[in-house]
């Protein structure tokens, strides 16, 4: 099987499309594989690393605010619709895929597009509660539309014929142990409370997290993972500011980078976090109660769509950012734990929200397609 991947941008992107690629080679080691993303997108890393064979496109999006920049930005945006419309057509003449796979990003619309036009079977996969710009469009043409939540549809054409096939999840995030976690990571039986803003950082939520963990240090009733991300460098200085040093706390474990998130996610009771699709999807495939803190600053506020998909169904709670406090997450955090059941109860309903063998149902659907039999 040839099969070519059209994604990038973010990580959201990216990795759902290496998830299932690895999949592939899993199940089929002669599926040739084909990567195509946009020049100069993080992609262009992430991809040949990974061990795949990547082409790039020259590709950006509009921009939507007005200003001579960026109308500037447009106009360079409108040409490259149409050179990279005929870079994306060379590459599919050069490869021959026999389907091709969209993640979502600018790059996956010139690609998919084209493929169609010639007749390629395509797919295409959104990992969002609410449908980006590209998938949007390209959904009312695409032989299948691949939902990672339901509730995905409703902003969808009639014409798209979509399945459920969840998001695709790291099978070290499924398969680490609880117990052996937090043996690992040296914790004792108190809560252990999980919190990120993402590898850059998220200033509210640290500033909130601060408070947090100032009031914890009070009670000594939980345990702390923290990862303040990459901009959040101030973040010890403002603990030290706030009375209180982390080194000499045990049960406070406070870094810029989280790089065992696995053992982490497994060890935890309570998640503070973004609500990025792939983060929500891995929430739910451990089954893990949390407090959602969505990105104003993402295209189409999807963030906060996913994070009502969760909420809708009893399986996190939810603060926006623009009513984030330290006090209010305090709170927040108390209720909780004081609630009898309570963040056992969203644990269970985000497990039920699992789609944990979502790489499959993708595999078998490109059979589908194809009109072969899977490797099983």
């Known amino acids: 099987m040839r099969i070519l991947f059209a994604g990038g941008g973010t990580a959201g992107h990216i990795n759902p499309a290496l998830a299932i690629a690895g999949y592939i080679k899993e199940k089929e080691p002669d599926a040739q594989i084909l990567y195509v993303g946009a020049k100069g997108g993080m992609e262009e890393r992430l991809v040949p690393s990974a061990g795949y064979d990547f082409r790039s496109i020259t590709i950006s999006g509009f921009q939507r605010s007005l200003s001579f920049r960026n109308l500037v930005k447009n106009g360079k945006t409108a040409a490259r619709l149409f050179t990279s419309t005929v870079e994306a057509r060379r590459i599919l003449r050069e490869f021959h ?46 032989d299948r539309t691949m939902l990672a939540v339901a509730d995905a549809q409703k902003h969808l054409s009639p014409a798209a014929r979509c399945v459920l096939t969840g998001n695709p999840v790291r099978q070290e995030v499924i398969r680490t142990d ?23 950082g998220a200033r509210k939520i640290n500033e909130a997290v601060a408070e947090l963990l100032v009031q914890s240090a009070k009670s000594g009733r939980y345990q702390h993972i923290h990862g303040y991300g990459q901009w959040g460098k101030w973040f010890p200085d403002l ?38 699709a792939i983060t929500l999807s891995e929430l739910q495939a451990v089954g893990r109660a949390s407090i959602l803190i969505p990105s104003p600053n993402v295209a189409e506020n999807h963030q906060f769509h996913n994070a009502m998909a969760m909420v809708d169904r009893g399986a996190a709670e939810m603060i926006e950012e623009k009513n984030l406090t330290g006090g209010g997450l305090c709170r927040k955090v108390q209720e909780l734990f004081s609630q009898q059941g309570k963040i056992e109860t969203l644990a269970e309903n985000a497990k039920k929200m699992a789609i944990p ?13 194809l009109n072969q039999p899977p490797a099983d």
């Open 239 to 276: 603990l030290l500011e706030k009375g209180l040093d982390t080194r000499d706390r045990k049960e406070m474990d406070i870094r810029e980078y989280i790089g065992n998130m696995p053992d982490c996610l497994a060890a935890a009771d309570l998640v503070i976090c973004r609500a990025g």
């Open 178 to 200: 609880r117990k052996a976690a937090r043996a690992k990571l040296g914790l004792d039986s108190r809560p252990l409370i999980l919190s990120f803003g993402g590898s850059l």
């Open 97 to 142: 895929p026999d389907i091709c796979v969209g993640t979502g990003g600018y790059v996956s619309g010139p690609v998919i597009r084209e493929a169609m036009r010639l007749g390629i079977p395509s797919v295409i996969h959104e990992q969002n509660a609410f449908p980006g710009v590209t998938n949007k469009m390209l959904s009312k043409r695409a």
């Open 357 to 369: 063998d979502s790489c499959d149902r993708i595999y078998r659907m490109i059979r589908e397609i």
